[in-house]
């Protein structure tokens, strides 16, 4: 299960001449191209728990989103960039997120509490409930063979009481243990959002397009859906 909606400056990262920089003492491992004009880059850091990594999304404006994960997926913090919000897990969780209970079963559900908190200070708590399940569906892109989950979460606001719901197809990696978007359907506030995405292109150390911080899949048609925005 991956929610894209805190902080952590952009000034550790470098992008100069197409290359990504990583904050030191952090090694990136992996760097997806999406299909939606998004770059994502993967690393780890010396001194951190063993299988806890980063994740940084590159939309065509820069870096927008950054997580911390460990190897089960559990959402340790996450992060819109730029901003001074940023979500935090609560633990230990009712039924944290376990990839090795989804790979193990096929199905994995969880409940958990993330804090929210603006410029340091907590602002309110979050309450994520669902459920990943392996439809069986496999599929290989750019080699890489992945997984098709079907999934649906709650969030639910401990400030207003207003809850999200999200659900749809998502794709799982076994090898790097990391879930990729697909086709979602995001309902809040009496909105209905529709997301249609999937992983392009998977470069590890050595391998064209590692390291890449420019994305290359899906600009021209979002630029177009925009341009077409007020037009009468």
Request: proline share 6%; net charge negative; with cysteine.
């Amino acid at each position: 299960m991956k929610w894209f909606a805190v902080v952590f400056t952009v000034a550790p990262f470098a992008a100069t001449a197409g290359t990504f920089t990583p904050p030191k003492g952090c090694t990136v491992y992996l760097t997806v191209q999406m299909s939606s004009c998004r770059v994502e880059q993967h690393w780890t850091c010396a001194g951190e728990p063993e299988g806890n990594h980063w994740a940084l999304t590159i939309d065509a404006d820069g870096p927008s989103y950054l997580q911390q994960l460990d190897n089960e997926f559990r959402w340790l913090q996450n992060s819109p960039l730029p901003g001074d919000y940023k979500r935090t897990l609560r633990q230990p969780e009712a039924d944290p997120n376990s990839m090795t209970e989804l790979f193990k079963t096929g199905r994995d559900d969880f409940d958990f509490e993330q804090t929210v908190s603006r410029g340091g200070a907590p602002v309110t708590t979050e309450h994520i409930t669902g459920f990943d399940k392996l439809t069986g569906t496999k599929v290989r892109i750019d080699g890489e063979e992945l997984l098709v989950t079907e999934f649906e979460f709650t969030v639910e606001s401990g400030l207003d009481g207003q809850t999200s719901r999200t659900y749809g197809n998502q794709y799982v990696s076994p090898k790097f243990r990391l879930f990729f978007q697909g086709r979602e359907t995001e309902e809040v506030g009496g909105e209905t959002y529709q997301y249609d995405e999937k992983p392009m292109l998977f470069s590890e150390p050595g391998e064209a397009g590692f390291l890449a911080d420019k994305p290359e899949f899906g600009c021209d048609q979002m630029m177009s859906s925009l341009q077409g925005v007020g037009r009468g």
